[in-house]
């Protein structure tokens, strides 16, 4: 369901430009490196998946062993005994953070312990090549390819496959179909790849190859750049040479392949199709099976797109998800996709697809586990944007299947609940620890608002954040001498803003909102103790405005001239009059010392050009300002913004936060995402930033973690990670 990505420039890590001098001279010396590192254990905050699975693979011949791909979080591998996914992909770093993007997933029907996955998020220049993993110990350690090609495990199209496969006659043979690069041959499992001669012709925004399947011997390739009147799936039966399958359906229903699955008890090769790759823009599609003996071609949809709802509505669609019961000959299961005027479902045929019977009619849903799952709503939707789909081999009535923020499983066709522990995909914008209260983490989140994390090891039993409820969130402040006191903003259809007087446990819309907020909702701040609350405005093709300033809890709302458009809020923890706000387009600091009614350009000549520099406050102190500005460096005020100065005990900083003071130290610990030397990560500094050492470690990176970062006020040691793609991470000394 993540549908707000990383742009291009939230990740491209170093694109800044350079830093300018600075209004004082640099403190210190060159940069040190980090000291001997602490031990940390990192968990996952619990929320409960999130994102978009995009596909699920059970082990064809071991019971319980299974995979998960996902389009920007990376793979899982299930374990049955403690009925848990297990993250496969957490030791990728900062520069391959588009590796966490999986495109397809390939498993050894012959040799169970082996396991490849093709990574890459995005097939554009900016993004980088892609890769191959394959591990001999399912996943648990990986050797590593890298390609010359790009693959999209983030773009459309992210739901249909596998793009890669193992070749059903020969073990140390792999294919791997591209989007814009044909396919692909290793015969060293997938060690050194080279392109192979295939009918079909590769453009350079297509999609590609769509799908590999093995069929008994031979290996079948949808296409995905058809007509609709040209083939769009084609097969070797030597291995060497292709051939477009004869008699193969066309038309707008049937031009894009999404998925098949092969019934190997009565030779019968199933595939799903719809005029659109998906996960979005479907509104045709199909289901037709071949008789791969006789070469016969039978239309076998349960429902075509187009009817009418009992609301009037268009029932368009495509088809996404299919798999086999590998018990029980004829049993195959198919998913509907992008049908959001009557809900997408499951439709199950025991012969062969002559008839089909839908299993969200007779579906009951328990999402008390990740109670986020109703959305606001009175009852949890049955899915969307289902294309991960598969049934268990050892078990017919064992089903999964993935949608845009879990996934789903039955074990009797009818009692169906996330099956998703472990699995934790959200892209994190926002976090506060507070220093007071139940919670010691509040979140803001893409695509499922804000949340309020009573525990850590369980889902937030409130859910997401209502009245309103939010799609992605844009803002979340806390007053820090009125910890009870919170507001957020974010896209909503039912309002922008709110507030709670109870540390978020609540909340009430604003009172009245200005107009600019229904489609270009910013941050939001409130000074030390609620009185005064400023919100910026950004719409999503980057369009700046003027922040809007409100005395009355949101009831009312004036422009400030002076703000500089778009820039982010920061209230003065100490001083309720004080605002600041760093404009990244001039590399100038502006305050205001009278509750943010009019503010003043103070230090300038800092580093410009890149909205994601990040200003954050010392905690209990006023004006002692903090300003991270990627490769440029680190700065330091400690007079409201007047002067900064650099500091040099670090290379990079990305984003920075304050925690609880070591014993005996005078300055709160400090955490930043950044680089004292060569290594991106995180740190921690008990020395007011004098020296730092790294508490994360190579086997915990997580790919891209430059959003944000908070530390806990009331636990020394203790700080929480956003991620874009793993959720929350928080790590502690042990």
Known sequence: MLTSRLSRRAVLAGTAAAAALTTVPSLQGRAEAASVSPTYRWR?????????????????????????????????????????????????????????????????????????????????????????????????????????????????????????????????????????????????????????????????TGQGITLLVAVGRSVYAGWGDSDGTAANLYRTVDGATWEAVPAQPSGAAAKVPIRAAYDCHTRELYVTYANAPGPNGQSDGSVHKLA??????????????????????????????????????????????????????????????????????????????????????????????????????????????????????????????????????????????????????????????????????????????????FGSATGLAQAAARPAYVVRTGFGDHGNGAFSNDGGKSWAPFAAQPALAKDAPGPIATNSDGSVLLWTFVHWDGTKYPAQRSTDNGASWSEVSTYPKGATPLADPADPTRFYAYDTDTGTLFASTDGGLTFTGRASGLPSGDSQFQLTAAPGRSGDLWLSTKTNGLYRSTDGGATFTKLTSCRASHTLAFGKAA??????????????????????????????????????????????????????????????GRGIQYGEPV
């Open 44 to 204: 996952t905050a619990v929320i409960g998946g999130t994102g978009f699975v995009t596909g699920v693979l059970f082990h064809p011949t071991v019971r319980g062993l299974a995979y998960a791909r996902t389009d920007i979080g990376g793979a899982y591998r299930w374990d049955d005994r403690s009925a848990r996914w297990t993250p496969l992909n957490d030791d990728l770093g900062w520069d391959d953070w588009n590796l966490l993007g999986v495109e397809a997933i390939a498993v050894d029907p012959a040799h169970p312990n082996r396991v490849y996955l093709s990574l890459g998020a995005y097939a554009q220049s900016w993004a980088g090549n892609g890769a191959v993993l394959r591990s001999e110990d399912r996943g648990a350690t990986w050797a590593r390819t890298d390609l010359t090609v790009e693959l999209g495990g983030n773009e459309d199209g992210r739901g249909a496959g596998e793009r890669l496969l193992v070749d059903p006659r020969d073990s140390d043979t792999l294919w791997l179909g591209t989007r814009h690069d044909g396919l692909l041959k290793s015969t060293d499992r997938g060690v050194t790849w080279k392109a192979v001669s295939f009918p079909a012709t590769p453009s350079a």
């Open 292 to 469: 791969t003996a006789s070469g016969k071609w039978t239309d076998v949809t349960p429902v075509k797109p187009g009817g009418t709802t009992s609301d009037g509505s268009a029932d368009t669609f495509g088809y996404g998800g299919v798999a086999v019961d590998a018990r029980r000959p004829g049993t195959v299961v198919v998913s509907t996709n992008n049908r959001w005027a009557a809900v997408d479902t499951l439709y199950r045929s025991t012969n062969g697809g002559r008839t089909w019977t839908s299993l969200k009619e007779s579906a009951v849903l328990d999402v008390s586990e990740t109670p986020f799952l109703t959305f606001g709503a009175d009852a949890p939707k049955f899915g969307w944007w289902i294309q991960a789909l598969a049934v268990d081999p050892y078990d017919s009535k064992h089903i999964v299947h993935g949608t845009g923020a879990t996934l789903y499983g039955t074990r009797d066709l009818k009692h169906w609940a996330p099956q998703i522990r472990g699995l934790e995909e959200t892209s994190v914008r926002m976090l506060i620890s507070p220093p007071t209260g139940e919670a010691h983490l509040l979140s803001g989140l893409g695509d499922v608002g804000v949340m309020y994390h009573e525990r850590l090891t369980a889902s937030p039993s409130r859910g997401m954040a209502s009245n309103p409820v």
């Open 663 to 724: 014993k005996g130290a005078d300055h709160p610990a400090i955490y930043m995402v950044g680089a004292t030397e060569a290594i991106t990560g995180v740190y921690r500094s008990d020395d007011g930033a004098k020296t730092w050492v790294r508490v994360n470690d190579d086997r915990h990176q997580w790919g891209w973690i430059g959003a944000t970062i908070a530390a806990d006020p009331r636990l020394y040691g203790r700080v929480y990670i956003a991620t874009n």
